[in-house]
């Protein structure tokens, strides 16, 4: 497994092979954190693909490594960072900061004025998405649209978000402003499928 080539690029139609196989650790992931998690079918991993709006991280040899997507709401107001998932095998070697980047970064480019959501109960999360400009907020200051939460109803503790009408979960909302960070440009590659690479030693 020594000195592996890492790709990080936007998903294509040919990577929708994978999806079974990043549902499935998905929702491992979550029962082995004991933390609840919104769960996707490999049909919706799939059309985030055919609609561009999805990145992989896949090896030199074809073999998956890790995967996220962005989704808007609200005619474009907000847009969600979702989904983000490794393989255990590839694991605390940077693949999900750099994943996390590239979405964070397409997100940015499509929809310039969007304010970025993260909902997510993980530490790690939340400090990528901190480093990026992420800053924790109330569940009512991220996006309304009944679409969004439509995907939190598979999750183990939606009845408390339901019984807290929405206002807190166990999960932290995270936003990203734009506004706050005006100078900021994002360069035009990004959105090409070019990938960024690194080596797994």
């Known amino acids: 497994m020594e000195n592996q080539m890492i790709f990080v690029r936007v998903a294509t139609l040919n990577d929708i092979r994978y999806a079974d196989e990043i549902v499935k650790e998905t929702e491992a992931s979550a029962i082995a954190r004991g933390s609840g998690i919104a769960k996707r079918t490999p049909e919706s ?61 397409m997100a940015r480019k499509l929809y310039p004025e969007a304010k970025i959501i993260s909902i997510t109960s993980g530490a790690a999360i939340m400090k990528m998405n901190t480093a990026l400009g992420f800053e924790p907020v109330t569940f009512s200051e991220i996006t309304q649209d009944e679409s969004f939460w439509e995907g939190c109803k598979n999750c183990v503790n939606y009845d408390i978000l339901e019984g807290k009408k929405k206002c807190n979960c166990l999960c932290t909302a995270m936003l990203f402003d734009p506004e706050k960070h005006q100078a900021e440009t994002i360069p035009s590659e990004v959105l090409r499928h070019f990938p960024m690479y690194f080596f797994r030693s």
């Open 45 to 105: 991993i799939a059309q985030k693909m055919r609609d561009g709006k999805a990145v992989v991280a896949v090896t030199s040899s074809g073999k998956w490594v890790g995967f996220a997507y962005f989704q808007p709401y609200e005619n474009n107001k907000f847009v969600s960072n979702s989904g983000l998932i490794v393989s255990p095998e590839f694991r605390n070697s940077g693949v999900a900061k750099a994943i996390k980047d590239r979405v964070f970064k």
